[in-house]
């Protein structure tokens, strides 16, 4: 079963332009000019039940006006799409029972009454049957550790209080598909930590497919093994994030620490031939660049260790982050 399956989505705004000084006002509301923004370009997107995947690009990428269709707020200018089965947009209350959704700066939750009065009303919006409400909510308060805040109004939560109620009350119906939109932003590593333990946890035991949109590639990290990167409205990256890496990541930088002064000469000379680079850095430092993803620091270890003596060694990897980064900035394209 497919949770999302989108061909040639795309979404356009018209933006209006006014010209400067009174004549300029006059003129518009005579014959206002506008332009036309393509937000969301004619994506092709298939996600299957159970998959969590990373939605992520720089700001004004097109994420927010991708994730409004499939949640069925915004109508799509052209193209097919499918959610949970349905059409988002015009079988929006049949869907929305079949999806769950968190957006980091909307809540959920009524402001002024209890956590749990909020929960009751969901599970009457969603029609849940007491046994599955009771046996859902103990679960999660448990995980979540929110047994203390069900008596207060949600204006006094701290925002990492209030992201695992909002986590809740988004799974309450228990939902096949979640949305999350910064589900970790501003939290402190501990309640991170514990959300996404629980995340896993419900896409492990339910099969909940999830789409995940963050700046914090660490949840990228902690979550997802699919990433689909936009960039100005199109698909520029699909695939694992080990792919990514790998794609990315043109070498290594490996630091040794020697007994001895460095003889540069014997280093090139015992490892002539492979795809590397030694770099002097102090008398007993070096630096090796390991210019070709697929050579192992092993393989090289295996050619000097009987001839140097190596007192420390450190792999410098580089971040997914660092990698994420340099797509952006050089704009290349992947797919
Ligand atoms: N209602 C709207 N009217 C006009 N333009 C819009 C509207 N909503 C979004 N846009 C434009 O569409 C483009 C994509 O915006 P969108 O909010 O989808 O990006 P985003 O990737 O979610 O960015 P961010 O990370 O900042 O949330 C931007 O150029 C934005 O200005």
């Known amino acids: 079963m497919r949770s999302i399956e989108a061909r040639g989505l795309t979404k356009e705004f018209k933006v209006y332009q006014s010209r400067p000084g009174l004549k300029g006002a006059f003129r518009d509301l005579l014959n206002r000019q506008y332009r036309t923004i393509r937000a969301v370009d004619a994506i092709d997107l298939t996600i299957e039940q159970g998959e969590m995947v990373a939605y992520i690009g720089e700001n004004g990428a097109g994420k927010s006006t991708t994730i409004k269709m499939l949640t069925g707020i915004l109508q799509p200018t052209a193209g097919e799409l499918k959610v949970n089965g349905f059409d988002p947009h015009r079988e929006r209350e049949k869907f929305v029972k079949t999806i769950g959704v968190v957006f980091g700066q909307r809540s959920q939750l009524w402001w002024d009454i209890a956590v749990q009065e909020s929960f009751r009303l969901l599970k009457q919006v969603y029609q849940v049957p ?123 930088k490996v630091h040794f620490e020697l007994a001895r002064e460095v003889d540069m ?27 070709q993803p697929d050579l192992a620091v092993s393989d090289v270890l295996a050619q000097i260790v009987q001839h140097v003596h190596i007192v420390e060694m450190q792999i410098e990897e580089v971040s997914t982050e660092e990698i994420v980064r340099k797509i952006y900035q050089e704009g290349m394209t992947l797919a």
Not at 140 to 154: A, H, K, R, T, W
Not at 265 to 291: I, N
Request: net charge negative; glycine share 6%.
């Open 130 to 252: 007491d046994a599955d409400y009771k046996q859902r909510l103990d679960r999660m308060i448990e995980v979540l550790d929110i047994g203390e805040l069900l008596d207060q109004p949600v204006r006094k939560l701290s925002l990492g209080q209030r992201m695992r109620c909002e986590l809740v009350a988004a799974l309450i119906h228990q939902p096949k598909l979640l949305f999350l939109d910064e589900p970790t932003i501003g939290l402190d590593v501990l309640v991170k930590e514990n959300i996404r333990v629980f995340l896993r946890e419900i896409n492990r035991e339910f099969g909940t497919t999830v789409l995940l949109t963050t700046h914090d590639i660490s949840d990228i990290e902690a979550l997802c093994s699919r990433v689909v990167m936009l960039d100005q409205g199109k698909v520029i990256y699909d695939g694992g994030l080990q792919e990514l890496r790998r794609n990315w990541v043109k070498g290594k």
């Open 265 to 291: 000469s014997e280093l090139e000379a015992r490892t002539a031939g492979m795809p590397l680079r030694w770099e002097r850095k102090g008398e007993r430092q070096v630096v090796l660049h390991l210019e």
